[in-house]
């Protein structure tokens, strides 16, 4: 497990996670979500739909390497997951060191 997977596991114990795409767009356009990450996995055209979504909203959101963040979470195939807490936005963010935050 790597810092990534344990900040995510940590939001989603704490109640800060929102997955799946009509929950997480749902979210976003409600502004409860903080950060949104994606899944390259992802079809192209969701993707293109939830960044779209994102930028309407001013919500960050990062496109991970992960083929799946199911493990993360302990749930089978999320790839769209929504960030409700300021705090764990920042843990995640921190975490990706590497990832770009658009």
Do not use: H, W
Not at 20 to 45: F, T
Not at 64 to 88: H, M, Q, R, W, Y
Request: glycine share 10%; hydrophobic share 40%; charged share 20%.
């Amino acid at each position: 497990m790597n810092k990534f997977d344990g900040a995510l596991g940590l939001a989603m114990n704490a109640g800060c996670v929102t997955f799946g795409y009509q929950a997480v767009v749902d979210a976003v356009k409600d502004g409860r979500v903080r950060l949104v990450l994606l899944s390259d996995q992802l079809s192209e055209n969701t993707a293109k739909k939830v960044r779209a979504c994102c930028d309407a909203g001013g919500t960050p959101y990062i496109t991970a390497a992960c083929p799946d963040f199911g493990p993360a979470i302990g749930k089978i195939n999320k790839l769209v997951i929504g960030v409700t807490s300021e705090n764990f936005k920042k843990l995640i963010i921190n975490s990706q060191r590497n990832a770009e935050v658009r």
